[in-house]
């Protein structure tokens, strides 16, 4: 890092290298930018590599089994949405408060987070093995899937487990070995892919996707217990009462937030998909979606690391610096945004065509998707900061804001624009709960400054 800090100061213009210096000279800055060059540079690794594995996955299964494959694949994950249980943003919250201030309950928590996920996760996995038959007839439309749906219940328990533990990480602020642990799970990926596959084919590839959970839980372990070890904690199943208190304070209401935009979404889906050529309108749709991932990736993979810089800020009463931040970041958030989705906007023509000849109607879709995509990057931002500052009930009742408005919305939109009505509804979500967010962090914080103005 700091052979690359001295490469950008030695490289940049005159004028701005005091700037650089300046903001080598803040330890905040400092804590940021460590964080962000090793989330980002694991985040883009690990895609590329997770594509590498995709493609390799595609050719050996085939059109047909891939396209089943990837089925399986969001299933077990809406059931993994219900095993994690908000465990990892929790870790991630009470690890970054307590570690310096309070290390036996860190440890105490710690250790919650990763009973719970297991309980969580095997509750879970428990439900597919069940369940998996049902599913594969009543939903998948195909029973064969049924052994792969049962498997999975495995992958659901390790991905539990793994949320627990990164979350735990980023807690700690130690993204540096986070990134290698996700480097080394998707390297290790491509060969369990390419062997499982060759092997067992369906099912092989539902294999090595849980081999590589595993391992990544196993790396996840060892240097989870290096930090604690720096930092002299040590793991306790012991609960008192305040682990117990943080389920209804921050664990339930993050759970519950999580379900309640991943069924808001699904709902307004499913009313596009019942329309007359609703499955072209949610191509044109999911093709957009696709690029404005760019739009969200930095500010999302950023997001990562400001979460437990905010909440250990808030914890130890700096709610000026904690204020300072989130307006800092708000501004970057909205100028990296831009200058992404102002591009794409401008070429949207040209990308779609490169989808095919029956895509190039969904230029409207593309430019509205993309305008959403910046309120998002600022809704994510916000979400952050008050799950951080303990308002986790307050974070539920926006998102349960934002998918009444989806789904208010959706129903006269979808039936007069089809996909263009989707995409606006959720655009005219995004931005009153970004206004919402706004009037109650820019309060909550303004109010916390004025009480502790006297203090200091």
């Known amino acids: 890092m700091q052979r690359v800090a001295s490469w950008i100061i030695a490289v ?82 009470y690890v970054a408060e307590l570690r310096e201030r309070d290390p036996a309950r860190c440890g105490r928590v710690i250790g919650f987070s990763l009973g719970a996920a297991l309980i969580g996760g095997a509750a879970a996995g428990l439900g597919l093995v069940l369940f998996g038959g049902w599913l594969a007839a009543h939903t998948l439309a195909d029973t064969s899937l049924a052994p792969l749906l049962r498997a999975g219940g495995a992958l659901v328990i390790f991905s539990a487990l793994q949320g627990a533990y ?22 290790a990926g491509i060969p369990l892919a390419i062997v499982c596959t060759i092997w067992l084919g369906l099912m092989g590839a539902v294999w090595a996707l849980i081999l590589q959970t595993a391992f990544i839980c196993v790396l996840s372990h060892w240097a989870l217990r290096q930090e604690m070890a720096r930092a002299n904690i040590r793991t306790s199943f012991a609960l008192s009462l305040h682990e117990w208190s943080m389920l209804m304070r921050f664990t339930l209401p993050v759970f519950i937030s999580t379900m309640l935009a991943t069924q808001a979404g699904w709902l307004s889906r499913t009313l596009l998909v019942n329309q007359p050529s609703g499955y072209d309108q949610m191509a044109l749709i999911s093709a957009a979606n696709s690029w404005m991932n760019l739009v969200n990736f930095l500010p999302w993979t950023m997001g990562g690391v400001l979460a437990p810089i905010f909440a250990n800020l808030y914890a130890t009463h700096r709610r000026a610096d904690f204020l300072k931040l989130l307006r800092h970041n708000l ?10 989705a102002l591009p794409l906007m401008l070429f949207a023509s040209l990308i779609l065509r490169g989808y095919g000849r029956d895509f190039r109607e969904g230029v409207p879709i593309f430019v509205l ?54 995409v606006g509804a959720h655009t005219l979500a995004a931005l009153a709960l970004l206004i919402w967010q706004w009037l109650f962090v820019r309060r909550l914080l303004q109010n916390a400054c004025q009480r502790t103005a006297p203090a200091s």
């Not at 803040?26 to 090793?38: D, K, L, Q, V």
């Not at 059109?63 to 059931?79: A, L, N, P, R, Y």
């Not at 990164?166 to 390297?187: C, D, H, P, R, Y």
């Not at 970057?332 to 992404?340: E, K, P, Q, S």
């Open 12 to 93: 940049s213009p005159e004028s701005i290298r005091p700037f650089w210096l300046r903001l080598r000279s803040s330890p905040m800055a400092a804590r940021i930018a460590r964080g962000t060059f090793w989330t980002v540079s694991g985040a883009i690794i690990s895609r590329l590599l997770g594509l590498a594995s995709s493609v390799i996955m595609a050719r050996l299964l085939g059109k047909t089994h891939f396209g089943e494959f990837s089925t399986i694949q969001s299933t077990i994950g809406m059931f993994g949405t219900f095993a994690g249980l908000g465990i990892g943003i929790t870790a991630t919250k």
């Open 369 to 422: 998707t993309m305008i959403c995509g910046l309120f998002i990057t600022l809704n994510n931002l916000f979400s952050r900061a008050m799950q951080s500052a303990g308002k986790a009930w307050i974070d539920l009742a926006s998102n349960g804001l934002w998918a009444l408005v989806v789904l208010a919305g959706c129903w006269p939109l979808v039936h007069s624009y089809q996909g263009l009505g989707l």
């Open 166 to 187: 990164l979350g735990a990480l980023a807690g700690f602020e130690a993204f540096k070995q986070t990134a290698w642990v996700i480097w080394a799970g998707s390297l």
């Open 331 to 340: 501004l970057l958030n909205i100028g990296v945004g831009l200058a992404v």
